[in-house]
């Protein structure tokens, strides 16, 4: 009775095994397909150009922000570090500002901040060009113009996997 017990539990134990892991078997783990990052013109709080086009060979952050926005004023001082860090590894941060009203109130937020990188008022076609949900996001793009992580929010943990991508994707040969 003992054995016939034990018997039944172990078969029972295989199946439920076996319908787990089945499914995984054989396959092997696939990259998703790099996206070329949709091309842009926009103008800075400063009146200039950034055309995304004109920047490969670099490798690009895109911060998705407003300034109503509590996490993004988090992630702000951490992307100020990245930008200070890695631009003369070819790093180039932009601030891809969502507030839809009064650009004082931007340009003030910019300035008590002391962003040094450029800031581009971005209109909605662009926001839904790049899949954005929720604020902060966060796009790495490589110097081939691929996307290679779309990172939602901001954390200590967020910040770590920003800063290991932007270094992975700097010492990248072109």
Not at 5 to 19: D, E, K, M, P, S
Not at 112 to 131: H, K, L, Q
Not at 146 to 159: D, H, L, N, T
Request: proline share 6%; net charge positive; glycine share 8%.
């Amino acid at each position: 009775m003992k054995r016939s017990f034990f018997t039944l539990f172990l078969a029972l134990g295989l199946c439920l095994g076996g319908v787990f892991l089945l499914p995984h078997c054989g396959k092997e783990k696939q990259e998703p397909a790099l996206l070329s990052a949709p091309d842009f013109t926009l103008k800075t709080l400063d009146g200039e150009e950034i055309a995304l086009s004109q920047l490969k060979g670099k490798v690009i952050l895109l911060d998705f922000w407003a300034t109503w926005c509590g996490p993004c004023r988090e992630s702000i001082p951490h992307l100020i570090q990245l930008h200070k860090t890695y631009q003369k590894s070819g790093l180039e941060v932009i601030g891809m500002n969502l507030d839809r009203g009064d650009l004082n109130t931007v340009r003030h937020f910019v300035k008590s901040m002391d962003i040094p990188y450029p800031i581009a008022m971005t209109p909605e076609n662009v926001e839904r060009n790049y899949g954005v949900t929720g604020l902060p996001t966060t796009i790495l793009i490589d110097k081939q113009g691929k996307i290679r992580e779309k990172i939602p929010g901001f954390s200590s943990e967020i910040a770590k996997r920003m800063t290991a991508k932007v270094e992975e994707l700097t010492s990248e040969k072109p």
